[in-house]
């Protein structure tokens, strides 16, 4: 059982819908969690990270996490065709070495 | 990318032959990562880097090895490319104030005939 899943879609909704992107993990002790959107044939940038339980709003994007049911989410608001690209989920597990382990993507099309 | 560069961009060799890529940074940042991304795994940790000549192995080292003689470059060498190291290769980089989090550089997309 790899520690991260990410259903790995694709995903396409419509201009200024709600994307919703969901992760579960198996590991307890994940303390810090990430998103990572992926332009194609770019390098991954870091969109939003939270640490521990609860939400974290940053414009569009809400990032929720809940570690009674191992369960992270990403909502982007009004969705723009710009959002299209890949969407990743990583979490580190120890705050010995701050390894991240990531999910495998969704990518996501918002169609105009 | 948080000025972090790779070189080669692009990469066709053939197997067996011995391949280097590099990550430079201008960020002096402490620590610096090399991970793999493959169709259906994400990214996987190849091994990592904490300080100059101070690296550990990641989650899919067989087959990698690395090195770093100065802060701000880190290199990844196949020692004996084969046809399952072809991949992009991402190196990342983070700071000792903010570990949690890593910037990636443009990649480097290798192909192993």
């Known amino acids: 059982q790899k520690e991260v899943e990410q259903d790995p879609g694709p995903l396409s909704v419509p201009e200024g819908a709600i994307v919703s992107l969901n992760c579960t993990y198996s590991?307890?002790?994940?303390?810090?969690f990430m998103w990572y959107r992926q332009y194609s044939r770019k390098g991954p940038e870091l969109l939003m990270y939270?640490?521990?339980?609860g939400n974290k709003e940053d414009g569009r994007f809400t990032a929720q996490v809940d570690k009674s049911s191992k369960y992270i989410s990403l909502f982007i608001r009004d969705s723009q065709p710009s959002d299209s690209a890949t969407y990743l989920c990583?979490?580190?597990?120890?705050?010995?070495?701050?390894?991240?382990?990531f999910g495998a993507g969704t990518t996501v099309t918002v169609r105009a | 990318d948080a000025g972090i560069t790779q070189s080669p961009r692009h990469k066709v060799t053939e197997t067996g032959t011995p391949v280097t890529l590099r990550c430079h940074q201008t960020?002096?940042?402490?620590?610096m990562y090399w991970y793999r991304q493959d169709p259906g795994h994400g990214l996987r940790l190849i091994h990592y880097s904490y300080g100059v000549k101070d690296t550990d192995k990641g989650e899919v080292s067989d087959g990698y090895s690395v090195s770093r003689s100065k802060t701000e470059d880190f290199l990844l060498t196949l020692e004996s490319a084969t046809s399952s190291q072809t991949s992009v290769y991402f190196c990342?980089?983070?700071?000792?104030?903010?570990?949690?989090?890593?910037?990636f550089g443009p990649g480097t997309r290798l192909t192993v005939t």
């Open positions: 990583a979490m580190i597990l120890s705050s010995n070495d701050y390894k991240l382990s």
């Open positions: 960020e002096n940042h402490r620590y």
């Open positions: 590991n307890s002790a994940f303390q810090y």
């Open positions: 939270t640490y521990s339980s």
């Open positions: 990342a980089i983070s700071s000792t104030a903010r570990r949690y989090e890593q910037y």
